[in-house]
């Protein structure tokens, strides 16, 4: 235990922080939140004076003064204070700049770290502090100074030729880069045809063992690309007979994935929970820093978040082995303890993300937690232990049959020995193909009857769209980025509007579009793979003490300087257009093409007919199935307090519409299923989790009532509810089942897009009176508030 003197300062990042500390501490010291950072390069001008030397001019943050002074007071009245704020670079910054705001002496400054915030670890730190780590600082002083120079050199170039409020920097430009040249690899696809074709096959002996194979070849491998290939390999096996020819029966052995790093935190929890990186990374901070468990008190349920190693320590691995003994039993714990090697490039300055205590069950903790707290708590939890457990065990049967020299396989595999699955499977990217039905027993030599031939005619398909999570694994993969820029890089790239989240997959914009391709031809290092990658390795060798920081500048700096003065003459008086999205969506007034509109508030769709037609609309999602009432397509709104509503797309309630023929809305999910009754539409409730599907027709025999839905049913007028109407093109408004009442208010982002339709389609005056019929945002400059005074920079 460290001992405890009378007037120790310790000096954390956040409240939260703080609160856990201070319990395993004592009395003897004051722990205290700075709140993050206490100075920082000025927001209004560069801050960096790339003349002499890249100087740089740190100033106190504005509206921290009082948290400055207060922090002042308490160090000048303690004995040792002790820097404790997050163990990476930005953290050991973050304790630099306070020391140097606090003016405080070397030989009363210490510096700390806590990969984990517990009892144990928070001592025996304090008890071995450390001197600040310069190298450390420096790798983030330059790295920051970098951004900065990028971001406020080239984002004003960017508004003075493309639109005001864009920004570049070394990692968005290359994730930008990246979305954008998946997009034109599916644009430039060309589709290829191949058949498939599968044998029907069964046993001699009549109902002992049917099954289906697929067609394989002859000697090797042969892919069917067209119907005159097809219908020949038809005609001779019909003339032949099947018999088995191989039955290949094995055990396979599948590992557990290794515990997380930040990166695969976030795509597991990207693909698992459909939690944005930025979200996970607030709730894995949260979890770090302590929550409030009964008969506990505060406590950090896993360690630090933001890492790219593998490493566990050995009182972690140790810890889960006595568990799963304990637990599961010895079956399943591996004949020797894992280690995962962490990867060449890594900085390995701290241990993979666990729990701190593999003790701390989630479902023994649930109540205690919110519920993204325990969902993503029971994500790192069940990884950890399932790396420390044993393989999974596959029955695996393959067999093969012939006819006339051609060869027809067919697989199945099933679960022999559960091993790690019984804690944690790894969610994937795309789908698999599902296994078919177990095999009949089969002998090598057995006839087989020949049921039927099925062929079927496919296409090759474009590939897949980024998703947040494969976009992460995509600039890890390259070299792109750190742990800590992943999630803001994406976050960024969308609140820019250089790409646009459809669904679980990014496509890019007309806008991101035209400034990757401004990038490319002006700045091609800024956007080069292999050069954003190296530079990411000589600010790691900055931080390993083998590279100068201000060296480092000097040599980026020589050459963006000729690109920047290049750029500016190239560009001299050019203005770049950027050219309109259209959609799909008609407008029910003028017949138009709707097209994407960016407003203050975020995207929506608008008639490119201004002045003469006004019409806007939110963007809405077409979702499976069809109307019970007409039959038209299904269309995912937003209501004015924010909750997602479906309505018919024909139900457009607006002022001089003719097609506003269809009154069908509802809160329930529209599936992809139909009544076995009356073939309508099956809608669920809204929520997470398995919800059975109900039919909506009020026609049909198994129609369910709205009331018997799980809704909080509408008071009538006589109950004292309010009767003023409800605004037009959304349901009444009712709080879908799960929500609270006393639930947040959603998102602003979502309630501009709701009064951009409900704005008056003319552009006639409106009457003062009616404020839902004010003048379209669409007729106002598209500039977004973040455009007001400053350039934009990498964040």
């Known amino acids: 235990m460290a001992s405890k003197t009378k007037n120790n300062l310790v000096i954390v990042e956040s409240p939260a922080k703080a609160k856990t500390i201070t319990k395993y501490?004592?009395?003897?010291?004051?722990?205290?939140?700075?709140?993050?950072?206490?100075?920082?390069?000025?927001?209004?001008?560069?801050?960096?004076?790339?003349?002499?030397?890249?100087?740089?001019?740190?100033?106190?943050?504005?509206?921290?003064?009082?948290?400055?002074?207060?922090?002042?007071?308490?160090?000048?009245?303690?004995?040792?204070?002790?820097?404790?704020?997050?163990?990476?670079?930005?953290?050991?910054?973050?304790?630099?700049?306070?020391?140097?705001?606090?003016?405080?002496?070397?030989?009363?400054?210490?510096?700390?770290?806590?990969?984990?915030?517990?009892?144990?670890?928070?001592?025996?730190?304090?008890?071995?502090?450390?001197?600040?780590?310069?190298?450390?600082?420096?790798?983030?002083?330059?790295?920051?100074?970098?951004?900065?120079?990028?971001?406020?050199?080239?984002?004003?170039?960017?508004?003075?030729?493309?639109?005001?409020?864009?920004?570049?920097?070394?990692?968005?430009?290359?994730?930008t880069r990246l979305v954008c040249e998946r997009e034109e690899e599916i644009r430039a696809f060309v589709p290829q045809e191949y058949w498939s074709l599968d044998a029907d096959l069964e046993r001699v002996r009549p109902n002992m063992g049917r099954f289906t194979a697929g067609f394989y070849g002859k000697e090797k491998k042969q892919e069917l690309h067209s119907e005159e290939e097809v219908n020949a390999v038809m005609s001779e096996v019909k003339a032949g007979t099947f018999t088995v020819t191989g039955v290949k029966r094995q055990d396979k052995t599948r590992n557990p994935a290794p515990p997380f790093t930040t990166s695969t935190l976030q795509q597991e929890a990207s693909r698992k929970l459909g939690m944005a990186p930025r979200r996970t990374m607030a709730i894995a901070q949260q979890l770090y820093e302590g929550v409030d468990i009964t008969g506990e008190g505060t406590v950090g349920l896993i360690t630090y978040m933001r890492t790219d190693s593998l490493r566990l320590s050995d009182e972690a691995v140790d810890a889960a082995k006595q568990f799963i003994l304990g637990r599961y039993g010895k079956d399943y714990y591996p004949p020797e303890t894992r280690r995962y090697k962490t990867k060449s490039g890594a900085q390995d300055a701290h241990e993979a993300i666990r729990p701190s205590s593999v003790e701390l069950v989630p479902e023994n903790i649930k109540k205690d937690l919110t519920a993204e707290q325990f969902r993503l708590y029971k994500l790192i939890w069940s990884r950890f232990l399932a790396c420390q457990m044993a393989s999974a065990i596959y029955d695996s049967v393959t067999i093969e049959a012939a006819s006339a020299g051609y060869r027809f396989r067919a697989n199945h595999t099933a679960l022999k020995f559960a091993g790690y699955t019984a804690v944690y499977v790894e969610g994937k990217d795309e789908e698999e193909e599902l296994h078919q039905s177990p095999l009949p027993d089969l002998k090598e030599g057995e006839p087989l009857e020949l049921?039927?031939?099925?062929?079927?005619?496919?296409?090759?398909?474009?590939?897949?769209?980024?998703?947040?999570?494969?976009?992460?694994?995509?600039?890890?993969?390259?070299?792109?980025?750190?742990?800590?820029?992943?999630?803001?890089?994406?976050?960024?790239?969308?609140?820019?509007?250089?790409?646009?989240?459809?669904?679980?997959?990014?496509?890019?914009?007309?806008?991101?579009?035209?400034?990757?391709?401004?990038?490319?031809?002006?700045?091609?290092?800024?956007?080069?793979?292999?050069?954003?990658?190296?530079?990411?390795?000589?600010?790691?060798?900055?931080?390993?003490?083998?590279?100068?920081?201000?060296?480092?500048?000097?040599?980026?700096?020589?050459?963006?300087?000729?690109?920047?003065?290049?750029?500016?003459?190239?560009?001299?008086?050019?203005?770049?257009?950027?050219?309109?999205?259209?959609?799909?969506?008609?407008?029910?007034?003028?017949?138009?093409?709707l097209v994407f509109k960016s407003g203050r508030f975020g995207r929506f769709l608008a008639c490119p007919g201004w002045p003469e037609c006004g019409y806007t609309q939110p963007i809405v999602v077409e979702m499976p199935g069809k109307c019970p009432k007409c039959g038209g397509r299904i269309l995912k709104k937003t209501s004015k307090r924010g909750y997602p509503y479906y309505g018919c797309e024909f139900n457009v309630v607006r002022e001089g519409n003719p097609h506003a023929k269809c009154d069908f809305m509802t809160w329930d999910v529209p599936t992809a299923d139909v009544c076995a009754a009356c073939g309508?539409?099956?809608?669920?409730?809204?929520?997470?989790?398995?919800?059975?599907?109900?039919?909506?027709?009020?026609?049909?025999?198994?129609?369910?009532?709205?009331?018997?839905?799980?809704?909080?049913?509408?008071?009538?007028?006589?109950?004292?509810?309010?009767?003023?109407?409800?605004?037009?093109?959304?349901?009444?408004?009712?709080?879908?089942?799960?929500?609270?009442?006393?639930?947040?208010?959603?998102?602003?982002?979502?309630?501009?897009?709701?009064?951009?339709?409900?704005?008056?389609?003319?552009?006639?005056?409106?009457?003062?009176?009616?404020?839902?019929?004010?003048?379209?945002?669409?007729?106002?400059?598209?500039?977004?508030?973040?455009?007001?005074?400053?350039?934009?920079?990498?964040?």
């Open 25 to 175: 501490l004592g009395p003897g010291y004051e722990v205290v939140a700075s709140m993050g950072h206490v100075r920082d390069l000025p927001k209004s001008k560069l801050g960096v004076d790339v003349e002499h030397d890249f100087a740089v001019d740190y100033q106190p943050i504005k509206g921290k003064e009082e948290i400055i002074s207060d922090l002042k007071k308490s160090a000048r009245k303690s004995d040792k204070v002790f820097l404790a704020t997050d163990p990476d670079r930005e953290g050991e910054a973050i304790s630099w700049h306070l020391k140097e705001m606090l003016e405080l002496p070397d030989d009363r400054t210490f510096r700390v770290t806590f990969n984990e915030i517990t009892r144990k670890v928070v001592n025996e730190s304090i008890a071995a502090p450390r001197q600040l780590d310069m190298d450390l600082v420096d790798a983030q002083q330059a790295r920051r100074v970098l951004d900065r120079v990028v971001g406020y050199q080239i984002s004003p170039l960017l508004w003075r030729k493309i639109r005001r409020g864009l920004s570049a920097g070394r990692v968005q430009s290359v994730a």
């Open 451 to 593: 049921k039927g031939l099925k062929p079927e005619q496919h296409f090759t398909q474009p590939p897949a769209r980024y998703t947040e999570a494969s976009l992460i694994k995509a600039l890890e993969e390259k070299g792109i980025g750190r742990p800590s820029t992943y999630a803001p890089t994406i976050s960024t790239i969308e609140g820019r509007e250089y790409v646009v989240k459809e669904g679980k997959y990014l496509r890019t914009t007309p806008l991101g579009e035209v400034v990757t391709g401004l990038m490319k031809d002006k700045f091609p290092d800024i956007v080069d793979y292999a050069f954003t990658a190296q530079m990411e390795e000589n600010l790691d060798g900055v931080e390993n003490g083998k590279e100068n920081w201000k060296a480092l500048l000097r040599r980026f700096y020589e050459d963006f300087s000729q690109e920047l003065e290049r750029a500016e003459s190239d560009l001299d008086g050019e203005r770049i257009k950027v050219p309109d999205e259209v959609s799909e969506e008609i407008c029910p007034l003028c017949g138009r093409n």
């Open 680 to 795: 309508k539409t099956l809608f669920k409730r809204s929520g997470r989790g398995a919800r059975k599907p109900f039919c909506a027709n009020p026609d049909c025999p198994e129609f369910l009532p709205e009331d018997q839905r799980g809704y909080y049913k509408k008071k009538t007028a006589g109950e004292g509810e309010n009767t003023a109407a409800p605004a037009e093109g959304t349901p009444t408004e009712e709080k879908p089942a799960g929500k609270k009442t006393t639930a947040k208010k959603p998102a602003a982002k979502k309630m501009p897009v709701k009064k951009a339709a409900e704005k008056k389609p003319t552009a006639k005056k409106a009457p003062a009176k009616k404020a839902a019929e004010k003048k379209p945002a669409a007729q106002k400059p598209a500039a977004r508030r973040s455009a007001a005074k400053k350039p934009a920079e990498e964040t």
